[in-house]
């Protein structure tokens, strides 16, 4: 598909990185930015306050080419289904899709519309080994280091403070725990992938580490960026950047 027109849902560290390379093109242009703490935001960027837009249902009526969700679990869940009525949609919080009934509303909406969900890689790396390894993987766990206030607990957290299902991981902690609801949706699912969670006093970096392994494989891959404060790290606004680059179908040379 050609993607003429792109609505970018929240505007934080995420939308507003995708905002800005959208607007450094010619082919595609944004529709809107849906940002409800409206135009008048402290510290907004001002180039970006003139497409801001505080409906969803005004979102949903533009019915762009492509939505960009990158503002909250609870949001891409209750506005995803239809959102897909009418765009192809990349969602980051996809923590979502943790509910069984919401993952088989996104996918009943795609196939009804004909769109297109894409699951972006976000923070980690390798959801196309996932994939492409499924019918031979045993066993998925993912492990997670954060600082306390970045996973929502005491400053002094300290060890494992969740281990258990991804379902239950993203129950838990929607809004840290996107990756590993990726690592589940790219591979063997919510209730067999396994998911750890670990609290360090005195790490300022996000660390992902992902243990894959079958009877014919096995791979491990971690990967640490720097946090920018809230719940995203240094890498992630690089790697949304780079997953809207191949949705848009812009780079010369693609991997696949
Ligand atoms: N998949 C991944 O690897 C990954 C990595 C990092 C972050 N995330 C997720 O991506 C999302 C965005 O991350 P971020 O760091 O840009 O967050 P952020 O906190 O910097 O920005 C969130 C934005 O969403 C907006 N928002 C909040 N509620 C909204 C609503 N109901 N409607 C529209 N907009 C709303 C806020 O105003 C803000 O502009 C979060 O859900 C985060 O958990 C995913």
Redo the contacts with the bound molecule.
């Keep these: 598909m050609t993607y003429k027109t792109v609505g970018i ?9 995708l905002f800005d390379h959208i607007q450094s093109l010619s082919t595609v242009r944004v529709d809107y930015v ?4 409206g135009r008048n ?1 402290p510290g907004r960027d001002p180039a970006i306050t003139d497409f801001i837009i ?1 409906d ?1 249902e005004e979102a949903i009526a533009r019915k762009v080419d492509l939505v960009l ?8 869940a209750s ?1 995803g289904p239809r959102i897909l009525a009418h765009s192809d949609l990349c969602g ?4 979502a899709l943790s509910d069984a009934g919401v993952e088989r509303a996104i996918q009943d909406a795609a196939a009804a519309a004909g769109t297109r969900f894409f699951l ?5 790396l390798g959801l196309d080994g996932l994939a492409d390894g499924r019918d031979q993987i045993d066993e998925v766990v993912i492990t997670t280091t954060k600082s306390g206030p970045s996973l929502g607990e005491a400053a002094d957290a300290r060890g494992i403070v969740f281990e258990g299902s991804t379902r239950d991981a993203c129950a838990r902690f ?3 725990v ?2 590993h ?2 690592v589940a949706l790219a591979g063997i699912g919510f209730d067999r992938t396994r998911s750890v969670v670990v609290a360090d006093p005195h790490t300022k970096a996000m660390k992902h580490h992902i243990a894959v392994s079958g009877q014919t494989l096995q791979w491990d891959i971690t990967v640490s960026s720097m946090s ?1 404060g ?4 240094a890498y ?2 690089k ?2 950047v780079g997953s809207l680059q191949r949705i848009l179908g812009q780079t010369a040379i693609a991997n696949v």
């Design positions: 849902i929240g505007a934080g560290v995420i939308g507003q990185a849906l940002a409800p703490s935001k505080d969803i969700e990158a503002a909250t679990p609870d949001l891409l506005a980051f919080s996809c923590s972006p890689h976000g923070a980690v929607p809004r840290n996107n990756v609801a990726a920018l809230g719940v995203t790290g992630t606004p790697s949304a």
